[in-house]
């Protein structure tokens, strides 16, 4: 999800870069607001992601392993 975050706005970053169309004068503000705006959705992504993978795990119980091979060594 992040790399294809990223892979977006690298490729609006090279757009806008790479353009002819824009004046120099022009075209600084508006890297530097996609930059920005790369960095907070970075950063609400992680963030967002960090939650939903605990909330995904809370249902799963930790089992101690060395528990669970004795019980698969001992069962017929």
Do not use: C, G, H
């Amino acid at each position: 999800m992040l790399s294809k975050l990223n892979t977006k706005y690298d490729d609006a970053l090279d757009k806008i870069l790479y353009s002819r169309r824009l004046q120099p004068e022009k075209r600084q503000p508006k890297l530097v607001d996609l930059m920005d705006m790369k960095d907070q959705r970075k950063a609400k992504v992680e963030k967002e992601s960090k939650t939903a993978v605990k909330k995904y795990m809370e249902p799963f119980v930790m089992k101690d392993i060395f528990t669970l091979y004795k019980e698969l060594m001992s069962s017929p």
